[in-house]
């Protein structure tokens, strides 16, 4: 085990404070610590990794909307995913601690609904995390089989069309940006022309947006792994929350400038949505392969790019399975999981050891699409609300059981926390209902969103178990539930007690 790490201030010698405040949460240093606030937000960032999200979900915004959802349904989703962030970042701050969401929902939602919330959390929480982690590697063999399929001529031209039982590993290369696009769309294309043509038996334009904001909410995900790593963060209370905005903010803008290259790229909509481009129908495929074959003859230049994209693809999902892991290990040392006792345990690197555990688990989650489609897509679902479900919660209790005893960390909000808590948690319930509505008519077994069903399921099962086991034996986190809320409660006394002596109101 190795001891808190030490930090240079003023010249002396110090504890670290992000150590310190997890010894006073009652927790030992276990991991360890010696992550910068750069690593601590790379790791969000990754997981984020615009690349992954964008480039799988392309087709959703083009045929929803186009353009216009494309360029502003962006901003619109990134404006209130960083309200979610931050209202995320202020309870970080109070709480860093691996076990992250339901560590916090425990501790807002006080003694009588502390093991309850976190329970209901932390289960949204790790189930959302696999989700995200399938979507990735899924995402990840799809692009392969395009990158096969152009590689060996194109599905015009007799190339080789891989099944889905089919997975390759990848080859690292350099990064190549795609801007050899002999064709370019107008400005007024770019940021003006909204696509209805979505063969899905959807005419209303509000109702077309929003399907189209999916692919932006879905690309804005996994930032809470800031929050996962702080145990092993130095400064954790300052630089977890750097970690969760700056990864927000960053991805937003660097997701514009990719959405903005590409869209530029795009004149034929119908074409690279069409199941018979070369692409099989996967429209920034064809986007790379078309603007390097244009201008030079031969797509090869676009494969590389998609070679590179399948890169970035690759280290989300490595960055993904680490966070998940962080989390199993925070979860089990609290007893939650089953075999708890095996998953908390830290090898000699004192890093946790479920690393591969959860790599089976994922596996087996993303071999429900050998048997059914429709059922890994349900199961997919829950990649995005159940994320969002697992961020709202413990702002929720914030903003109501907590609205008075919370006690920020070195980052808060002031006066703001509370109205940027209820506009995140009124964004995670608008999208969650938004995002469950039907995406084709008329609705049949192949059409039918199952988000709803995922994610109802989810639900119904964490409580059904609350109630009949979980209630009996799972008491919150391992240290005494009430002796921190005591603790905080006398922290607060404190500061009442002695504001006119330190200025502070």
Not at 65 to 77: D, E, K, N, R
Not at 168 to 181: D, E, M, N, R, S
Not at 296 to 302: F, V
Request: hydrophobic share 45%.
């Amino acid at each position: 085990m190795s001891l808190p790490s030490q930090t240079a201030e003023n010249g002396k010698i110090g504890l670290d404070s992000g150590a310190v405040r997890l010894k006073e949460l009652g927790y030992k240093q276990e991991l360890r610590r010696d992550l910068s606030v750069f690593s601590n937000f790379a790791f969000s960032f990754s997981i984020i990794s615009v690349l992954t999200g964008i480039t799988t979900l392309y087709n959703t915004g083009l045929s929803f909307g186009g353009p216009v959802s494309l360029q502003y349904g962006w901003f619109i989703a990134g404006g209130f995913t960083m309200i979610v962030g931050l209202a995320m970042a202020e309870i970080c701050s109070a709480y860093p601690t691996s076990g992250g969401l339901y560590y916090w929902s425990a501790m807002l939602a006080g003694p009588r609904w502390a093991p309850f919330a976190s329970w209901l959390t932390g289960w949204f929480n790790i189930v959302g995390q696999w989700a995200v982690t399938t979507s990735i590697d899924f995402s990840l063999a799809q692009l392969i089989q395009v990158i096969i399929l152009l590689s060996t001529g194109g599905k015009n031209g007799g190339g080789y069309e891989a099944s889905k039982y089919a997975v390759i590993g990848v080859v690292v290369l350099t990064i190549l940006i795609p801007c050899v696009a002999t064709e370019r769309s107008s400005a007024k294309f770019v940021f003006t022309y909204f696509n209805t043509n979505n063969g899905d038996g959807i005419n209303s334009k509000p109702y077309i947006f929003v399907l189209g904001l999916l692919m932006s909410q879905y690309t804005l995900t996994g930032y809470d792994a800031s929050a996962h790593m702080t145990e092993e963060t130095k400064g954790a209370d300052k630089n977890g929350p750097k970690g969760i905005i700056s990864a927000i903010g960053i991805s937003v803008i660097f997701g514009w400038f990719y959405i903005l290259g590409i869209t530029f790229a795009v004149t034929d909509i119908p074409y690279l949505l069409s199941e018979e481009n070369d692409a099989g129908g996967y429209a920034i495929a064809e986007i790379f392969y078309q603007a390097f074959k244009n201008r030079y003859g031969s797509g090869t230049g676009g494969i590389v790019c998609l070679g590179v994209v399948a890169i970035a693809i690759f280290f989300c999902g490595m960055s993904s399975v680490t966070s998940n892991s962080r989390m199993a290990y925070a979860f089990s040392r609290d007893g939650a999981m089953p075999l708890s006792s095996l998953w908390h345990k830290v090898n000699k690197q004192e890093v946790p050891k479920c690393c591969l555990a959860w790599c089976i688990y994922i596996i087996c989650m993303a071999l429900t699409y050998l048997g059914s489609t429709v059922a890994f897509q349900a199961m997919v679902s829950i990649a995005t609300i159940g994320l969002y479900v697992a961020y709202a919660l413990p702002i929720f209790f914030r903003v109501t059981l907590a609205s008075k005893s919370f006690t920020p960390g070195p980052f808060n909000l002031g006066r703001y926390g509370v109205l940027v808590g209820w506009i995140a948690v009124l964004w995670v319930v608008t999208i969650s209902i938004l995002f469950s509505l039907p995406v084709a008519y008329p609705i049949t077994n192949e059409t039918l969103n199952y988000t709803p069903v995922a994610v109802g399921g989810l639900l119904i099962l964490t409580v059904s178990s609350w109630i009949l086991s979980a209630r009996h034996w799972f008491k919150g986190f391992l240290t005494s539930l009430t002796t921190v809320f005591i603790l905080s409660h006398l922290e607060i006394l404190q500061r009442r007690m002695f504001a006119p002596v330190t200025g502070c109101h």
